[in-house]
């Protein structure tokens, strides 16, 4: 086969550039990544050949060496792992095939032009450490030979957008990196150098780490899985390496979570909760990253079943003492110990959150976490029936009272006299609620309303439906009593429009809108505003429909709404004046459908007759200045 030239993924070449060109502090961590990749591939191996012996047998004692030629000024991290064919070459080291990418380069874009930390870190995020070996080298040759297969293969480039791809015979099982080092980074050349490097960032590592070939090769990291020490032998910064191994991160943990269960079955982990949300958070398929062990041994990274969903933000690994050694992944979905190992993981890490939320005095911390992975977190109060009062209990919101995060049991304490029900109000962003219309009263009475823009949100309240005896109440249904509530000072009276007049003006509405609205009525949540279209009690929360709209999930019309009108306002008043025993003019109606446009503009809505929208408004405008 002749020597193929491909291009990068688009995506690919934008992180090689900002590679090549960034001046990182840290330039080391490429070793780091490398290393971490080589010790995956001999993990993965080791697993294969629990059922395929034949794959390892010609050489079984599995390890990682670096090698370098100072007089050709080349850097070699090589392992004798599972290897790659020619597909895996262009999967795996040509494009990024991974949820997420959208959002990673929209983060790239904005990233602060010329912060080369910042953009490499959002390349560890991403979990793409290979590319940082472009930090060292300006040409990466990569030589390779899966198991289990005779052919070898070379995939070589320079990083400026496409690379090569050859076959190559002789080569052993594994994989070779070569690193043609950049002129300035001799350091990588040197044994001391790179044997402080491991032992900083790899020395968990449960693969030995060797320099050189052959009987002079030397040992340069302990080798020893790190989570099967005791607490006490271990350092803060060697649970932080080891967080950036085992989830591929540059970032710090939040969390550290590292315990043995015994009893009827044992099992120890070694879990991290994130500092920064990963970019594959929302990937349809919801997988987590936590790699389960069964006696040290590696078996997989997505063991259906071992974490809940809504907790899959979690890093780290589980390691079982019970599990069969040679298990499949197709029967580890069905094993009733994993059930247990899940229950059991799901118990301690919503303890040790409950423990942090807790904590009045770092409250900022807790804020910080729920802010990067409460919209997951909630996905549980719909799944997990079990730790629903748990998780309830962790739930922080923005409110119409300020800028802090509120939690349930601080709301409900906060409620007005006369208040029953816990209000709400769904919508894209926080701003754009807190303009809204449906809020004027219960701002008026100083009523403290969730503000809800996580789409889950629609899902769990109607799920759990009350909290603490007080139910969840959207404030655009049409029963929002606030006449009941007693606000926080004696409410200035306002002068109405006279109730004979609101009453015609309410007839014509309804006459002339009968079409378009299930009713028309006076107002209680109104102050400012004229108008505001809410959903009448039975009828669906007007933020849910719309994000079924959206995505093509409702089945027939849109549910019509009610028009509120505010007796109070100025224009409201002017009409009623209008409508005072008389019939429907043609000035009447148009008024009519401008309010009604009015309220589907504030809400978001498209008008269903732009064109007539635009005519009414400028036949007002036009009345207006004659």
Same mark, same amino acid.
């Given at each position: 086969?002749?020597?193929?030239?491909l291009?990068?993924?688009?995506?690919?070449?934008?992180?090689?550039?900002?590679?090549a060109h960034?001046?990182?502090?840290?330039?080391?961590?490429?070793?780091?990544?490398?290393?971490?990749?080589?010790?995956?591939?001999?993990?993965?191996?080791?697993?294969?050949?629990?059922?395929?012996?034949?794959?390892?047998?010609?050489?079984?004692?599995?390890?990682?060496?670096?090698?370098?030629?100072?007089?050709?000024?080349?850097?070699?991290?090589?392992?004798?792992?599972?290897?790659?064919?020619r597909?895996?070459?262009?999967?795996?080291?040509?494009?990024?095939?991974?949820?997420?990418?959208?959002?990673?380069?929209?983060?790239?874009?904005?990233?602060?032009?010329?912060?080369?930390?910042?953009?490499?870190?959002?390349?560890?995020?991403?979990?793409?450490?290979?590319?940082?070996?472009?930090?060292?080298?300006?040409?990466?040759?990569?030589?390779?030979r899966?198991?289990?297969?005779?052919?070898?293969?070379?995939?070589e480039?320079?990083?400026?957008?496409?690379?090569?791809?050859?076959?190559?015979?002789g080569?052993?099982?594994?994989?070779?990196?070569?690193?043609?080092?950049?002129t300035?980074?001799?350091?990588?050349?040197?044994?001391?150098?790179?044997?402080?490097?491991?032992?900083?960032?790899?020395?968990?590592?449960?693969?030995?780490?060797?320099f050189?070939?052959?009987?002079?090769?030397?040992?340069?990291?302990s080798?020893?899985?790190?989570?099967?020490?005791?607490?006490?032998?271990?350092?803060?910064?060697?649970?932080?390496?080891?967080?950036?191994?085992?989830?591929?991160?540059?970032?710090?943990?939040?969390?550290?979570?590292?315990?043995?269960?015994?009893?009827?079955?044992?099992?120890?982990?070694?879990?991290?909760?994130?500092?920064?949300?990963?970019?594959?958070?929302?990937?349809?398929?919801?997988?987590?990253?936590?790699?389960?062990?069964?006696?040290?041994?590696?078996?997989?990274?997505?063991?259906?079943?071992l974490?809940?969903?809504?907790?899959?933000?979690?890093?780290?690994?589980?390691?079982?003492?019970?599990?069969?050694?040679?298990?499949?992944?197709?029967?580890?979905?069905?094993?009733?110990?994993?059930?247990?190992?899940?229950?059991?993981?799901?118990?301690?890490?919503?303890?040790?959150?409950?423990?942090?939320?807790?904590?009045?005095?770092?409250?900022?911390e807790?804020?910080?976490?729920?802010?990067?992975?409460?919209?997951?977190?909630?996905?549980?109060?719909?799944?997990?029936? =079990?730790?629903? &009062?748990? @998780?309830?209990? #962790?739930?922080?919101?923005?409110?119409? /009272?300020?800028? %802090?995060?509120?939690s349930? *049991?601080?709301?409900?304490?906060?409620m007005?006299?006369?208040?029953?029900?816990?209000?709400?109000?769904?919508?894209?962003?926080?701003?754009?609620?807190?303009?809204?219309?449906?809020?004027?009263?219960?701002?008026?009475?100083?009523?403290?309303?969730?503000?809800?823009?996580?789409?889950?949100?629609?899902?769990?309240?109607?799920?759990?439906?009350?909290?603490?005896?007080?139910?969840?109440?959207?404030?655009?249904?049409?029963?929002?009593?606030?006449?009941?509530?007693?606000?926080?000072?004696?409410?200035?009276?306002?002068?109405k429009?006279?109730?004979? =007049?609101?009453? &015609?003006? @309410?007839?014509? #509405?309804?006459?002339?809108?009968?079409? /378009?609205?299930? %009713?028309?009525r006076?107002? *209680?949540?109104?102050?400012?505003?004229?108008?505001?279209?809410?959903?009448?009690?039975?009828?669906?929360?007007?933020?849910?429909?719309?994000?079924?709209?959206?995505?093509?999930?409702?089945?027939?019309?849109?549910?019509?709404?009610?028009?509120?009108?505010?007796?109070?306002?100025?224009?409201?008043?002017?009409?009623?004046?209008?409508?005072?025993?008389?019939?429907?003019?043609?000035?009447?109606?148009?008024?009519?459908?401008?309010?009604?446009?009015?309220?589907?503009?504030?809400?978001?809505?498209?008008?269903?007759?732009?064109?007539?929208?635009?005519?009414?408004?400028?036949n007002?405008?036009?009345?207006?200045l004659?």
């Open positions: 086969m002749t020597e193929e030239r291009s990068f993924q688009a995506e690919v070449s934008r992180l090689l550039d900002i590679v960034s001046l990182y502090s840290e330039k080391e961590v490429f070793l780091r990544e490398l290393v971490s990749n080589a010790s995956d591939a001999c993990d993965r191996l080791r697993y294969a050949a629990l059922t395929q012996p034949e794959l390892s047998a010609d050489d079984p004692n599995l390890k990682v060496r670096l090698l370098v030629d100072k007089d050709a000024r080349t850097l070699t991290v090589a392992d004798n792992g599972i290897g790659m064919n597909e895996d070459l262009v999967e795996n080291l040509g494009t990024i095939a991974r949820s997420g990418t959208a959002a990673f380069m929209k983060s790239l874009e904005t990233a602060e032009k010329g912060d080369g930390k910042k953009d490499v870190n959002l390349i560890g995020q991403f979990g793409v450490g290979f590319y940082s070996a472009f930090m060292a080298a300006d040409k990466v040759t990569v030589l390779t899966k198991a289990g297969e005779n052919q070898g293969w070379r995939w480039s320079d990083g400026k957008g496409e690379f090569t791809i050859a076959e190559t015979d080569l052993p099982r594994g994989t070779k990196i070569v690193l043609h080092l950049r300035g980074d001799d350091e990588y050349l040197d044994e001391a150098r790179l044997g402080g490097i491991v032992r900083k960032y790899s020395d968990h590592i449960a693969i030995p780490i060797l050189g070939e052959g009987d002079d090769a030397k040992a340069l990291n080798a020893s899985a790190l989570w099967t020490r005791s607490k006490s032998e271990i350092t803060a910064d060697q649970y932080k390496e080891f967080y950036h191994h085992v989830g591929h991160a540059f970032d710090d943990p939040w969390l550290t979570l590292h315990w043995r269960a015994e009893g009827a079955l044992e099992y120890t982990n070694l879990l991290y909760v994130p500092s920064t949300k990963p970019f594959d958070l929302f990937d349809p398929k919801r997988a987590h990253r936590v790699k389960l062990y069964v006696k040290r041994v590696f078996i997989t990274d997505a063991a259906e079943g974490i809940p969903p809504y907790l899959r933000f979690l890093r780290g690994v589980v390691d079982s003492e019970d599990l069969p050694l040679n298990i499949s992944r197709e029967m580890l979905q069905h094993n009733p110990m994993l059930a247990k190992i899940k229950a059991g993981i799901t118990r301690r890490v919503l303890s040790e959150l409950s423990k942090k939320a807790k904590d009045s005095e770092n409250a900022a807790y804020d910080s976490f729920w802010e990067n992975f409460g919209a997951v977190l909630k996905e549980g109060l719909y799944e997990d029936y =079990e730790h629903r &009062d748990e @998780l309830l209990k #962790l739930l922080r919101f923005r409110t119409t /009272a300020g800028e %802090d995060l509120v349930l *049991e601080q709301y409900v304490a906060r007005k006299e006369g208040q029953d029900a816990i209000y709400t109000i769904s919508g894209d962003d926080i701003d754009t609620l807190l303009r809204s219309p449906q809020l004027e009263g219960f701002k008026a009475k100083g009523v403290e309303v969730l503000l809800l823009t996580d789409p889950v949100d629609e899902f769990w309240m109607p799920s759990v439906g009350v909290y603490d005896g007080k139910p969840f109440k959207s404030v655009t249904r049409g029963g929002a009593d606030l006449g009941k509530i007693k606000g926080e000072e004696a409410e200035k009276p306002e002068e429009a006279p109730e004979g =007049e609101l009453t &015609d003006l @309410l007839a014509l #509405l309804k006459l002339t809108l009968s079409d /378009a609205v299930k %009713d028309v006076k107002s *209680e949540r109104l102050t400012d505003s004229a108008v505001c279209l809410v959903a009448d009690d039975n009828d669906m929360d007007m933020h849910l429909e719309r994000l079924l709209k959206q995505h093509k999930q409702l089945n027939g019309e849109v549910g019509k709404r009610i028009l509120e009108i505010n007796p109070s306002h100025a224009l409201i008043k002017r009409l009623a004046e209008r409508a005072k025993g008389s019939g429907a003019t043609d000035a009447l109606e148009d008024a009519a459908w401008l309010l009604l446009d009015q309220a589907r503009i504030v809400e978001g809505e498209a008008l269903p007759d732009p064109a007539a929208f635009a005519r009414r408004l400028a007002a405008m036009e009345k207006g004659a």
